[in-house]
Protein backbone atom coordinates (compact mmCIF):
# COMPACT_ATOMS: atom_id res chain seq x y z
CA UNK A 1 0.00 0.00 0.00
CA UNK A 2 1.85 3.03 -1.00
CA UNK A 3 1.29 5.52 1.75
CA UNK A 4 2.65 8.50 0.40
CA UNK A 5 -0.48 9.10 -1.67
CA UNK A 6 -3.46 11.34 -0.89
CA UNK A 7 -6.00 8.99 0.24
CA UNK A 8 -8.31 8.04 -2.12
CA UNK A 9 -10.95 6.38 -0.15
CA UNK A 10 -13.02 6.65 3.27
CA UNK A 11 -11.53 3.82 4.79
CA UNK A 12 -7.67 4.68 3.78
CA UNK A 13 -6.80 6.61 6.62
CA UNK A 14 -8.13 3.79 9.39
CA UNK A 15 -5.56 1.28 7.38
CA UNK A 16 -2.73 3.71 7.41
CA UNK A 17 -3.55 4.33 11.52
CA UNK A 18 -3.59 -0.10 11.25
CA UNK A 19 -0.56 -0.56 10.29
CA UNK A 20 1.55 2.54 11.54
CA UNK A 21 -0.50 1.25 15.56
CA UNK A 22 -1.65 -1.99 15.00
CA UNK A 23 -1.95 -1.94 18.83
CA UNK A 24 -3.60 1.57 19.77
CA UNK A 25 -7.18 0.76 20.71
CA UNK A 26 -9.68 1.91 18.09
CA UNK A 27 -13.00 1.00 19.69
CA UNK A 28 -13.89 1.34 23.40
CA UNK A 29 -17.49 -0.36 23.31
CA UNK A 30 -18.42 -0.50 27.30
CA UNK A 31 -16.65 -3.37 28.15
CA UNK A 32 -15.12 -4.05 25.12
CA UNK A 33 -11.98 -2.41 23.93
CA UNK A 34 -11.00 -3.65 20.70
CA UNK A 35 -7.59 -2.46 18.55
CA UNK A 36 -6.79 -1.37 15.19
CA UNK A 37 -5.98 -4.95 14.44
CA UNK A 38 -8.42 -6.70 16.41
CA UNK A 39 -11.25 -4.07 14.43
CA UNK A 40 -9.50 -5.16 11.54
CA UNK A 41 -9.60 -9.28 12.05
CA UNK A 42 -13.73 -8.52 12.21
CA UNK A 43 -13.72 -6.00 9.69
CA UNK A 44 -11.60 -7.69 7.00
CA UNK A 45 -14.17 -10.86 6.99
CA UNK A 46 -16.56 -8.51 5.87
CA UNK A 47 -14.26 -7.36 3.19
CA UNK A 48 -13.23 -10.50 2.09
CA UNK A 49 -16.77 -12.11 1.80
CA UNK A 50 -18.19 -8.90 -0.21
CA UNK A 51 -15.01 -8.91 -2.44
CA UNK A 52 -15.70 -12.97 -3.06
CA UNK A 53 -19.41 -13.31 -3.63
CA UNK A 54 -20.62 -9.77 -5.25
CA UNK A 55 -20.37 -8.55 -8.55
CA UNK A 56 -18.18 -5.17 -8.90
CA UNK A 57 -21.36 -3.79 -10.49
CA UNK A 58 -22.66 -3.88 -6.87
CA UNK A 59 -21.82 -0.65 -5.35
CA UNK A 60 -23.78 -0.26 -2.13
CA UNK A 61 -24.10 -2.51 0.78
CA UNK A 62 -26.81 -2.11 3.59
CA UNK A 63 -25.54 -2.09 7.45
CA UNK A 64 -27.84 -3.09 9.54
CA UNK A 65 -26.18 -2.74 13.30
CA UNK A 66 -26.50 -0.37 15.65
CA UNK A 67 -23.87 0.46 18.12
CA UNK A 68 -22.42 -2.57 17.81
CA UNK A 69 -18.65 -4.37 16.68
CA UNK A 70 -21.05 -5.31 13.37
CA UNK A 71 -21.58 -1.74 13.06
CA UNK A 72 -18.19 -0.04 13.01
CA UNK A 73 -16.81 -3.20 11.61
CA UNK A 74 -19.08 -3.94 8.97
CA UNK A 75 -19.34 -0.28 7.30
CA UNK A 76 -15.11 -0.37 7.74
CA UNK A 77 -15.94 -4.30 5.94
CA UNK A 78 -17.86 -2.54 3.22
CA UNK A 79 -15.40 0.66 2.75
CA UNK A 80 -12.99 -1.77 2.90
CA UNK A 81 -14.43 -3.74 -0.36
CA UNK A 82 -14.15 -0.46 -2.15
CA UNK A 83 -17.96 0.11 -1.98
CA UNK A 84 -20.40 2.33 -0.17
CA UNK A 85 -22.44 1.88 2.75
CA UNK A 86 -26.19 2.61 3.65
CA UNK A 87 -26.73 2.81 7.36
CA UNK A 88 -30.31 1.27 8.36
CA UNK A 89 -31.35 2.02 11.75
CA UNK A 90 -33.12 -0.58 13.68
CA UNK A 91 -35.07 2.12 15.70
CA UNK A 92 -36.87 3.05 12.59
CA UNK A 93 -39.85 1.66 11.68
CA UNK A 94 -40.05 -0.94 9.16
CA UNK A 95 -41.75 0.86 6.91
CA UNK A 96 -39.43 3.49 6.17
CA UNK A 97 -36.56 0.87 6.46
CA UNK A 98 -37.85 -0.90 3.45
CA UNK A 99 -38.52 2.47 1.62
CA UNK A 100 -34.98 3.22 2.09
CA UNK A 101 -33.96 -0.52 1.30
CA UNK A 102 -35.49 -0.47 -1.58
CA UNK A 103 -34.33 3.20 -2.75
CA UNK A 104 -31.02 2.54 -2.21
CA UNK A 105 -30.71 -1.06 -4.68
CA UNK A 106 -29.03 -3.03 -2.31
CA UNK A 107 -28.65 -6.27 -2.59
CA UNK A 108 -26.37 -7.19 0.27
CA UNK A 109 -26.82 -6.33 4.19
CA UNK A 110 -24.12 -7.00 6.81
CA UNK A 111 -26.50 -7.27 9.86
CA UNK A 112 -25.54 -7.55 13.77
CA UNK A 113 -27.27 -10.24 15.83
CA UNK A 114 -28.48 -6.76 18.04
CA UNK A 115 -30.87 -6.33 14.36
CA UNK A 116 -32.27 -9.95 14.26
CA UNK A 117 -35.68 -9.57 15.38
CA UNK A 118 -35.65 -6.03 12.97
CA UNK A 119 -34.47 -8.53 10.08
CA UNK A 120 -37.04 -11.48 10.82
CA UNK A 121 -39.89 -8.41 10.26
CA UNK A 122 -37.87 -7.01 7.02
CA UNK A 123 -37.48 -10.60 5.07
CA UNK A 124 -40.43 -11.68 4.19
CA UNK A 125 -41.54 -7.90 3.24
CA UNK A 126 -38.68 -7.83 0.27
CA UNK A 127 -39.09 -8.25 -3.16
CA UNK A 128 -36.17 -9.64 -4.24
CA UNK A 129 -34.06 -12.05 -2.83
CA UNK A 130 -30.88 -10.73 -0.87
CA UNK A 131 -27.26 -12.02 0.76
CA UNK A 132 -27.31 -11.39 4.66
CA UNK A 133 -23.85 -10.99 5.80
CA UNK A 134 -24.28 -11.94 9.76
CA UNK A 135 -20.79 -11.78 11.26
CA UNK A 136 -21.47 -12.18 14.66
CA UNK A 137 -21.09 -15.81 16.17
CA UNK A 138 -24.82 -16.00 18.17
CA UNK A 139 -27.70 -15.70 15.35
CA UNK A 140 -29.65 -18.47 14.19
CA UNK A 141 -32.01 -16.94 11.50
CA UNK A 142 -35.31 -19.38 11.51
CA UNK A 143 -34.90 -21.32 8.16
CA UNK A 144 -38.56 -20.63 6.92
CA UNK A 145 -38.05 -17.01 6.62
CA UNK A 146 -34.51 -17.47 4.61
CA UNK A 147 -36.09 -20.10 1.81
CA UNK A 148 -35.28 -17.62 -1.25
CA UNK A 149 -32.34 -15.36 0.57
CA UNK A 150 -28.64 -16.63 1.19
CA UNK A 151 -27.06 -16.45 4.37
CA UNK A 152 -23.14 -15.80 5.44
CA UNK A 153 -22.76 -16.69 9.20
CA UNK A 154 -19.56 -16.18 11.19
CA UNK A 155 -18.36 -20.25 10.49
CA UNK A 156 -18.64 -18.91 6.95
CA UNK A 157 -16.31 -16.09 7.49
CA UNK A 158 -13.34 -17.21 7.99
CA UNK A 159 -10.69 -15.17 5.96
CA UNK A 160 -9.46 -12.02 6.26
CA UNK A 161 -8.87 -9.40 3.57
CA UNK A 162 -5.61 -7.69 3.80
CA UNK A 163 -5.77 -3.82 4.42
CA UNK A 164 -5.29 -2.65 1.10
CA UNK A 165 -6.68 0.50 -0.26
CA UNK A 166 -9.37 -0.47 -2.41
CA UNK A 167 -9.94 0.71 -6.19
CA UNK A 168 -12.28 3.71 -5.88
CA UNK A 169 -13.31 6.53 -8.52
CA UNK A 170 -13.63 9.98 -6.79
CA UNK A 171 -17.10 9.68 -7.75
CA UNK A 172 -18.06 6.41 -6.60
CA UNK A 173 -20.18 6.23 -3.50
CA UNK A 174 -18.88 6.55 -0.04
CA UNK A 175 -22.01 6.30 1.81
CA UNK A 176 -25.45 7.01 0.86
CA UNK A 177 -27.96 8.46 3.55
CA UNK A 178 -31.50 9.35 3.72
CA UNK A 179 -33.38 12.94 5.05
CA UNK A 180 -36.37 13.38 5.52
CA UNK A 181 -38.19 15.01 2.79
CA UNK A 182 -41.41 17.15 2.66
CA UNK A 183 -43.77 14.88 -0.37
CA UNK A 184 -43.72 11.85 2.00
CA UNK A 185 -40.78 10.20 1.15
CA UNK A 186 -36.56 10.63 2.45
CA UNK A 187 -34.17 11.84 0.38
CA UNK A 188 -31.80 9.94 -0.66
CA UNK A 189 -27.90 11.52 -0.28
CA UNK A 190 -24.91 9.66 -2.07
CA UNK A 191 -22.08 10.98 -0.72
CA UNK A 192 -18.92 10.73 -2.88
CA UNK A 193 -15.35 9.64 -1.72
CA UNK A 194 -14.15 12.53 -3.34
CA UNK A 195 -16.60 14.72 -1.22
CA UNK A 196 -15.95 13.45 1.67
CA UNK A 197 -11.98 13.33 1.19
CA UNK A 198 -12.20 16.48 0.99
CA UNK A 199 -14.21 17.09 4.47
CA UNK A 200 -11.47 14.95 5.61
CA UNK A 201 -8.22 16.19 4.53
CA UNK A 202 -9.90 19.92 5.80
CA UNK A 203 -10.75 18.47 9.40
CA UNK A 204 -7.30 16.54 10.41
CA UNK A 205 -5.66 19.60 9.40
CA UNK A 206 -8.30 22.10 11.30
CA UNK A 207 -8.53 19.61 14.30
CA UNK A 208 -5.30 17.78 15.08
CA UNK A 209 -6.82 14.50 16.27
CA UNK A 210 -3.25 12.71 17.73
CA UNK A 211 -3.54 9.07 18.36
CA UNK A 212 -3.64 9.64 21.99
CA UNK A 213 -7.26 11.23 21.60
CA UNK A 214 -10.23 9.78 22.56
CA UNK A 215 -13.07 10.96 20.13
CA UNK A 216 -16.95 10.45 21.22
CA UNK A 217 -19.50 9.04 19.38
CA UNK A 218 -22.91 10.33 19.72
CA UNK A 219 -24.81 10.43 16.72
CA UNK A 220 -26.73 7.98 14.98
CA UNK A 221 -24.98 6.34 12.14
CA UNK A 222 -27.94 7.32 9.92
CA UNK A 223 -27.09 10.81 10.85
CA UNK A 224 -24.02 12.04 8.42
CA UNK A 225 -22.33 13.84 10.89
CA UNK A 226 -21.14 10.24 12.72
CA UNK A 227 -19.13 9.90 9.72
CA UNK A 228 -16.95 12.72 11.14
CA UNK A 229 -17.01 10.81 14.45
CA UNK A 230 -15.52 7.44 13.41
CA UNK A 231 -12.88 8.95 10.54
CA UNK A 232 -11.40 11.67 11.88
CA UNK A 233 -10.81 9.19 14.72
CA UNK A 234 -9.29 6.42 12.91
CA UNK A 235 -7.51 8.65 10.14
CA UNK A 236 -5.56 9.71 12.99
CA UNK A 237 -5.16 6.28 15.17
CA UNK A 238 -7.23 7.64 17.62
CA UNK A 239 -10.10 5.78 20.19
CA UNK A 240 -13.61 5.93 19.23
CA UNK A 241 -16.02 5.95 22.24
CA UNK A 242 -19.24 5.10 21.65
CA UNK A 243 -21.68 6.12 25.01
CA UNK A 244 -23.61 3.22 26.38
CA UNK A 245 -27.11 2.97 25.42
CA UNK A 246 -27.94 3.12 29.01
CA UNK A 247 -26.51 6.28 29.91
CA UNK A 248 -29.08 8.77 30.58
CA UNK A 249 -26.57 11.75 28.06
CA UNK A 250 -23.87 10.93 26.85
CA UNK A 251 -22.21 14.05 28.46
CA UNK A 252 -22.56 12.19 32.05
CA UNK A 253 -20.25 9.95 30.87
CA UNK A 254 -17.67 12.42 28.97
CA UNK A 255 -15.47 12.87 32.52
CA UNK A 256 -15.53 8.97 32.83
CA UNK A 257 -14.57 8.10 29.58
CA UNK A 258 -11.68 10.82 29.81
CA UNK A 259 -12.98 11.85 26.49
CA UNK A 260 -10.67 14.93 24.38
CA UNK A 261 -13.02 15.69 21.61
CA UNK A 262 -16.32 16.02 21.94
CA UNK A 263 -19.07 16.13 19.23
CA UNK A 264 -22.65 16.48 19.38
CA UNK A 265 -25.89 18.38 18.21
CA UNK A 266 -26.44 21.57 21.02
CA UNK A 267 -29.53 19.77 22.06
CA UNK A 268 -27.58 17.19 23.72
CA UNK A 269 -25.63 20.08 25.75
CA UNK A 270 -28.71 21.78 26.64
CA UNK A 271 -29.75 18.51 28.25
CA UNK A 272 -26.89 18.61 29.83
CA UNK A 273 -27.25 21.63 31.15
CA UNK A 274 -30.73 21.05 32.79
CA UNK A 275 -29.24 18.49 34.66
CA UNK A 276 -26.77 20.60 36.14
CA UNK A 277 -24.14 19.13 34.19
CA UNK A 278 -21.99 21.88 32.98
CA UNK A 279 -20.32 23.02 36.23
CA UNK A 280 -17.25 25.21 35.74
CA UNK A 281 -14.36 22.90 34.98
CA UNK A 282 -16.24 19.79 34.72
CA UNK A 283 -15.20 18.01 31.29
CA UNK A 284 -11.24 19.31 32.07
CA UNK A 285 -10.34 16.46 29.20
CA UNK A 286 -11.39 17.97 26.38
CA UNK A 287 -9.29 19.67 23.85
CA UNK A 288 -11.93 20.37 21.18
CA UNK A 289 -16.02 20.62 22.00
CA UNK A 290 -17.30 20.90 18.36
CA UNK A 291 -21.09 21.49 17.57
CA UNK A 292 -23.23 21.30 14.57
CA UNK A 293 -26.43 20.08 13.39
CA UNK A 294 -28.75 23.02 14.50
CA UNK A 295 -28.51 26.41 16.10
CA UNK A 296 -26.31 27.03 19.05
CA UNK A 297 -27.54 29.63 21.57
CA UNK A 298 -24.93 32.44 22.56
CA UNK A 299 -25.84 30.89 26.65
CA UNK A 300 -25.45 27.45 25.77
CA UNK A 301 -21.51 28.10 24.05
CA UNK A 302 -20.98 29.58 27.21
CA UNK A 303 -21.74 27.42 29.60
CA UNK A 304 -20.08 24.68 27.41
CA UNK A 305 -16.84 26.59 27.40
CA UNK A 306 -16.70 27.25 31.20
CA UNK A 307 -17.35 23.34 31.66
CA UNK A 308 -14.59 22.24 29.27
CA UNK A 309 -12.80 25.15 29.78
CA UNK A 310 -9.25 23.45 28.53
CA UNK A 311 -11.04 23.36 25.36
CA UNK A 312 -11.60 25.14 21.72
CA UNK A 313 -15.47 25.83 20.96
CA UNK A 314 -16.55 25.68 17.50
CA UNK A 315 -19.72 26.08 16.16
CA UNK A 316 -20.07 24.28 12.64
CA UNK A 317 -22.44 24.36 10.04
CA UNK A 318 -23.66 21.91 7.19
CA UNK A 319 -26.29 20.15 5.79
CA UNK A 320 -25.84 16.36 4.33
CA UNK A 321 -26.17 16.93 0.68
CA UNK A 322 -22.80 19.36 1.55
CA UNK A 323 -20.58 16.51 3.41
CA UNK A 324 -21.38 16.84 6.96
CA UNK A 325 -19.97 20.62 7.94
CA UNK A 326 -19.11 23.27 5.52
CA UNK A 327 -18.57 26.26 7.60
CA UNK A 328 -17.17 27.27 10.86
CA UNK A 329 -17.06 29.75 13.70
CA UNK A 330 -14.63 29.74 16.18
CA UNK A 331 -16.25 30.56 20.09
CA UNK A 332 -14.40 33.43 22.10
CA UNK A 333 -15.66 34.46 25.75
CA UNK A 334 -14.28 37.57 25.19
CA UNK A 335 -15.66 38.77 21.82
CA UNK A 336 -18.08 36.07 20.67
CA UNK A 337 -21.25 37.12 22.76
CA UNK A 338 -21.54 40.35 21.04
CA UNK A 339 -21.33 38.86 17.42
CA UNK A 340 -24.60 36.99 18.23
CA UNK A 341 -27.39 37.47 16.52
CA UNK A 342 -31.00 36.77 18.06
CA UNK A 343 -28.76 35.00 20.89
CA UNK A 344 -27.46 32.76 18.02
CA UNK A 345 -23.55 31.76 17.66
CA UNK A 346 -22.93 33.11 14.37
CA UNK A 347 -22.14 29.76 11.77
CA UNK A 348 -18.98 31.76 10.75
CA UNK A 349 -16.62 31.07 7.59
CA UNK A 350 -16.27 28.81 4.76
CA UNK A 351 -14.54 25.83 5.29
CA UNK A 352 -10.74 26.84 2.79
CA UNK A 353 -11.41 25.78 -0.80
CA UNK A 354 -15.70 25.63 -0.46
CA UNK A 355 -17.68 28.48 -1.27
CA UNK A 356 -20.77 30.39 -0.01
CA UNK A 357 -23.11 32.81 -1.38
CA UNK A 358 -25.93 34.76 -0.33
CA UNK A 359 -28.53 35.43 -2.66
CA UNK A 360 -32.14 36.67 -3.10
CA UNK A 361 -35.76 34.85 -4.84
CA UNK A 362 -34.26 35.56 -8.04
CA UNK A 363 -30.86 33.86 -7.46
CA UNK A 364 -28.65 37.16 -7.09
CA UNK A 365 -26.39 37.77 -4.70
CA UNK A 366 -27.67 39.97 -1.75
CA UNK A 367 -24.90 42.46 -0.49
CA UNK A 368 -23.38 42.40 2.98
CA UNK A 369 -26.05 42.84 5.74
CA UNK A 370 -29.02 41.72 3.75
CA UNK A 371 -31.10 38.40 4.16
CA UNK A 372 -31.10 35.99 1.74
CA UNK A 373 -30.77 32.06 1.16
CA UNK A 374 -27.41 30.58 1.65
CA UNK A 375 -26.27 28.69 -1.14
CA UNK A 376 -23.34 26.17 -1.06
CA UNK A 377 -20.60 24.90 -3.91
CA UNK A 378 -17.23 23.01 -4.05
CA UNK A 379 -15.15 20.33 -3.67
CA UNK A 380 -17.85 19.01 -0.63
CA UNK A 381 -21.46 19.45 -2.44
CA UNK A 382 -22.72 16.42 -3.28
CA UNK A 383 -24.59 15.78 -6.80
CA UNK A 384 -28.08 15.84 -6.07
CA UNK A 385 -30.32 13.14 -4.97
CA UNK A 386 -30.65 9.74 -5.64
CA UNK A 387 -32.67 8.94 -8.43
CA UNK A 388 -34.81 12.45 -8.22
CA UNK A 389 -33.66 14.74 -11.38
CA UNK A 390 -36.76 17.39 -9.99
CA UNK A 391 -35.78 17.72 -6.91
CA UNK A 392 -32.21 17.58 -7.45
CA UNK A 393 -33.31 20.33 -10.21
CA UNK A 394 -35.04 22.91 -7.77
CA UNK A 395 -32.11 22.39 -5.19
CA UNK A 396 -29.08 21.95 -6.96
CA UNK A 397 -29.01 25.34 -9.45
CA UNK A 398 -26.61 27.86 -11.13
CA UNK A 399 -26.72 31.15 -10.48
CA UNK A 400 -25.98 33.86 -13.12
CA UNK A 401 -22.74 35.51 -12.01
CA UNK A 402 -20.93 32.04 -11.84
CA UNK A 403 -21.34 30.46 -15.00
CA UNK A 404 -21.17 26.37 -14.86
CA UNK A 405 -20.63 26.58 -11.19
CA UNK A 406 -23.11 24.17 -9.53
CA UNK A 407 -24.81 25.81 -6.06
CA UNK A 408 -26.67 23.79 -3.21
CA UNK A 409 -29.68 25.98 -2.02
CA UNK A 410 -29.79 25.32 1.73
CA UNK A 411 -33.23 26.92 2.47
CA UNK A 412 -31.48 28.62 5.29
CA UNK A 413 -31.58 32.15 5.42
CA UNK A 414 -28.64 34.07 6.53
CA UNK A 415 -27.10 37.45 6.73
CA UNK A 416 -22.89 37.82 5.78
CA UNK A 417 -21.35 40.79 7.47
CA UNK A 418 -18.98 42.79 5.77
CA UNK A 419 -15.64 40.64 7.41
CA UNK A 420 -18.00 37.74 5.27
CA UNK A 421 -18.97 36.20 8.63
CA UNK A 422 -22.34 34.27 8.52
CA UNK A 423 -25.17 34.33 10.71
CA UNK A 424 -28.24 32.04 10.96
CA UNK A 425 -31.79 33.65 10.88
CA UNK A 426 -33.96 30.34 9.94
CA UNK A 427 -35.37 28.71 7.20
CA UNK A 428 -37.61 30.16 4.61
CA UNK A 429 -39.61 26.55 4.66
CA UNK A 430 -40.56 23.84 6.91
CA UNK A 431 -38.07 22.47 7.31
CA UNK A 432 -36.95 22.03 11.18
CA UNK A 433 -34.75 20.60 13.33
CA UNK A 434 -35.72 18.49 16.47
CA UNK A 435 -33.19 17.33 18.88
CA UNK A 436 -30.84 17.75 15.81
CA UNK A 437 -32.49 15.65 13.58
CA UNK A 438 -33.68 17.05 10.51
CA UNK A 439 -37.68 16.93 9.42
CA UNK A 440 -39.63 18.21 6.94
CA UNK A 441 -42.88 18.84 8.81
CA UNK A 442 -45.07 18.09 5.49
CA UNK A 443 -44.04 14.91 5.42
CA UNK A 444 -45.58 14.53 9.19
CA UNK A 445 -48.42 16.47 7.88
CA UNK A 446 -49.19 13.38 5.31
CA UNK A 447 -48.85 10.59 7.59
CA UNK A 448 -51.01 12.33 10.28
CA UNK A 449 -53.53 13.06 7.50
CA UNK A 450 -53.76 10.03 6.94
CA UNK A 451 -53.88 8.67 10.10
CA UNK A 452 -56.18 10.76 10.94
CA UNK A 453 -58.73 10.54 8.05
CA UNK A 454 -58.95 14.67 7.55
CA UNK A 455 -57.21 16.79 5.50
CA UNK A 456 -57.26 19.05 8.35
CA UNK A 457 -53.68 18.00 10.21
CA UNK A 458 -50.65 20.00 10.48
CA UNK A 459 -47.31 18.49 12.52
CA UNK A 460 -45.64 21.58 14.76
CA UNK A 461 -42.44 21.46 15.88
CA UNK A 462 -43.05 21.96 19.82
CA UNK A 463 -42.26 22.49 22.44
CA UNK A 464 -39.80 25.01 21.35
CA UNK A 465 -36.72 26.32 23.17
CA UNK A 466 -33.50 29.19 22.13
CA UNK A 467 -34.61 28.17 18.52
CA UNK A 468 -34.53 24.43 18.36
CA UNK A 469 -37.18 22.16 18.95
CA UNK A 470 -37.35 19.37 21.44
CA UNK A 471 -40.94 17.55 20.00
CA UNK A 472 -43.29 17.50 17.66
CA UNK A 473 -47.28 18.09 18.14
CA UNK A 474 -49.85 17.19 15.66
CA UNK A 475 -53.09 19.72 15.58
CA UNK A 476 -56.39 18.48 14.02
CA UNK A 477 -59.56 19.98 12.91
CA UNK A 478 -62.60 17.63 12.46
CA UNK A 479 -62.13 14.60 13.71
CA UNK A 480 -62.49 12.22 17.01
CA UNK A 481 -60.28 13.20 19.86
CA UNK A 482 -61.13 9.31 21.45
CA UNK A 483 -59.11 7.97 18.30
CA UNK A 484 -55.80 10.11 19.33
CA UNK A 485 -54.04 7.05 20.75
CA UNK A 486 -54.66 5.20 17.49
CA UNK A 487 -53.40 8.29 15.28
CA UNK A 488 -49.86 8.31 17.19
CA UNK A 489 -49.83 4.67 16.67
CA UNK A 490 -50.26 4.91 13.27
CA UNK A 491 -47.53 7.31 12.84
CA UNK A 492 -45.67 5.29 14.73
CA UNK A 493 -45.06 2.43 12.28
CA UNK A 494 -44.44 5.08 9.97
CA UNK A 495 -41.71 7.58 11.01
CA UNK A 496 -38.90 7.51 13.29
CA UNK A 497 -39.30 8.23 17.10
CA UNK A 498 -37.98 11.69 16.75
CA UNK A 499 -41.15 12.67 14.47
CA UNK A 500 -43.94 11.28 15.84
CA UNK A 501 -46.19 13.59 17.41
CA UNK A 502 -46.17 13.43 21.17
CA UNK A 503 -49.35 14.89 21.38
CA UNK A 504 -52.54 15.38 19.38
CA UNK A 505 -54.44 19.41 20.00
CA UNK A 506 -58.08 19.60 18.21
CA UNK A 507 -58.74 23.20 17.00
CA UNK A 508 -62.16 24.28 15.63
CA UNK A 509 -60.35 25.56 12.83
CA UNK A 510 -57.05 25.35 11.40
CA UNK A 511 -55.50 29.31 11.18
CA UNK A 512 -54.64 29.92 7.27
CA UNK A 513 -52.52 32.50 6.09
CA UNK A 514 -53.62 35.31 3.36
CA UNK A 515 -52.29 32.56 1.13
CA UNK A 516 -54.52 30.35 2.17
CA UNK A 517 -52.11 28.02 3.58
CA UNK A 518 -52.02 26.96 6.86
CA UNK A 519 -49.86 29.22 8.98
CA UNK A 520 -47.78 27.63 11.37
CA UNK A 521 -46.84 30.59 12.84
CA UNK A 522 -50.09 31.12 13.96
CA UNK A 523 -50.62 27.46 15.54
CA UNK A 524 -47.31 27.86 17.73
CA UNK A 525 -48.63 31.42 18.92
CA UNK A 526 -52.17 29.36 20.09
CA UNK A 527 -50.03 26.61 21.46
CA UNK A 528 -48.18 28.68 23.59
CA UNK A 529 -51.04 30.53 24.89
CA UNK A 530 -52.05 26.45 26.00
CA UNK A 531 -49.17 26.34 27.83
P1 LIG B 1 -28.58 17.87 8.22
O1 LIG B 1 -28.64 17.59 6.77
O2 LIG B 1 -29.37 16.94 9.06
O3 LIG B 1 -27.16 18.02 8.70
O4 LIG B 1 -29.28 19.27 8.45
C1 LIG B 1 -28.80 20.44 7.82
C2 LIG B 1 -29.52 21.64 8.35
O5 LIG B 1 -29.32 21.75 9.77
C3 LIG B 1 -28.99 22.95 7.81
O6 LIG B 1 -29.51 23.24 6.52
C4 LIG B 1 -29.46 23.93 8.88
O7 LIG B 1 -30.82 24.24 8.72
C5 LIG B 1 -29.28 23.11 10.14
N1 LIG B 1 -27.97 23.39 10.76
C6 LIG B 1 -26.87 22.62 10.71
N2 LIG B 1 -25.87 23.17 11.44
C7 LIG B 1 -26.35 24.32 11.95
C8 LIG B 1 -25.82 25.37 12.78
N3 LIG B 1 -24.59 25.31 13.26
N4 LIG B 1 -26.63 26.42 13.08
C9 LIG B 1 -27.89 26.49 12.60
N5 LIG B 1 -28.45 25.54 11.84
C10 LIG B 1 -27.70 24.46 11.51
Not at 425 to 438: I, P, S
Not at 456 to 476: K, N, Q, R, T, Y
Request: aromatic share 8%; with cysteine.
Amino acid sequence: MDLSQKPKSLVSGFFRSLLAKPGNLALELGELSLSYEQLWSYAGRVTACLADTLSPAEKVVAVLAHRSVAAYGGILGVLGSGRGYVPLNPKFPLERTLVMLRASGCNTLVVGEECAAMLEALLPRLDKPVTLIVPDGGWEPENGLLSSHRVITSRQLSKIADPREPTVEGDDTAYLLFTSGSTGQPKGVAVSQSNVAAYMEYAAKRFGIHDRDRCSQNFDLTFDLSVHDLFTCWDAGASLCPYSQETLTPASVLDEMGLTIWFSVPSVAMFASRLGLLQPEAFPTLRWSLFCGEALSASLAAAWQRAANNSIVENLYGPTEATIAITRYRWDSAASPAECVRGLVPIGWPFEGQQVCTVDEDFVPVPPGETGELCLAGSQVTRGYLNDPEKTAGSFVRLQHTGEQVWYRTGDLVRQDDRGCLFYLGRRDFQVKVNGYRVELQEIDLVLREAACTELAVAIAWPLSEGSASGVVGVLSGSDPATDAEVIAACKKRLPRYMVPSRIYHFPQIPLNVNGKIDRGRIAEMLARLA
